[in-house]
Each structure stands twice: as C-alpha cells, then as structure tokens.
Nanobody, 117 residues
Framework: VQLQASGGGLVQAGGSLRLSCTAS????????MAWYRQAPGKQRELVAA???????NYGDSVKGRFTISRDNAKNTVYLQMNSLKSEDTAVYYC????????????WGQGTLVTVSS
C-alpha cells in the first residue's frame, strides 16, 4: 500500500485547512485509515481515525474542530481542520492499517501544517 498525502500549508490561527490522503496498491486489505501528527520535540499522536464502515475516533485536542471522512470509491481519506490553533502546528502523517496475515501499518510521507498566531 502506498499513501500520498497533500494539503498542508501555512494558515492563520482560526483558519481552516483540508488534508487529503490517497491510497494505492493493495487497498482491499485496508481496515482503517488515520491521521497522526508530530510536533517538534513531541511524540507522534493520533489525530483522527476512521474505519471502512465509517466509525470515527478523535484525539481529545481536536474534538469538535477536526473532521475525518473517507471516500472508499477514491481510496481517499480527508481531514478537515477548522478553528486551527498554533498548537496544531505539526507534520501530519497519513496512516493505513491493513490486515492480511497480520496487522501492518503503512505511512505517507507527511505534510507540514503551520498555524501562525
């Protein structure tokens, strides 16, 4: 599975951005997809996840501001980020969890989101 993420950039606090991540390859094995982020000096953390059935899970710091969605026909997951804060500044990584002989995680290349205050 290959993941191609896009949509990062520079935005002012209070603004919005939408990230996209398109999967290719053996996409039939994908169970759920997610966005993680890593800020400088911090550990990578879960932002949001969505299963193939549309069940969603969010990190506490983004609940009510971010929305994850998935277009299975396009093998694409989106992250709509509203009311951005400076603390949302990080590299955002797309993740796909696949199941075959066992669970395997795949990662996109990361896209930088910078929120200026």
């Amino acid at each position: 599975v290959q993941l191609q993420a896009s949509g990062g950039g520079l935005v002012q606090a209070g603004g919005s951005l939408r990230l996209s991540c398109t999967a290719s390859g053996n996409v039939d094995t994908i169970n759920h997809m997610a966005w993680y982020r890593q800020a400088p000096g911090k550990q990578r953390e879960l932002v949001a996840a969505i299963t193939s059935d549309g069940l969603r899970n969010y990190g506490d710091s983004v609940k009510g501001r971010f929305t994850i969605s998935r277009d299975n026909a396009k093998n694409t997951v989106y992250l709509q980020m509203n009311s951005l804060k400076s603390e949302d500044t990080a590299v955002y990584y797309c993740n796909a969890a696949t199941i075959g002989a066992g669970w395997v995680d795949y990662w996109g290349q990361g896209t930088l989101v910078t929120v200026s205050s």
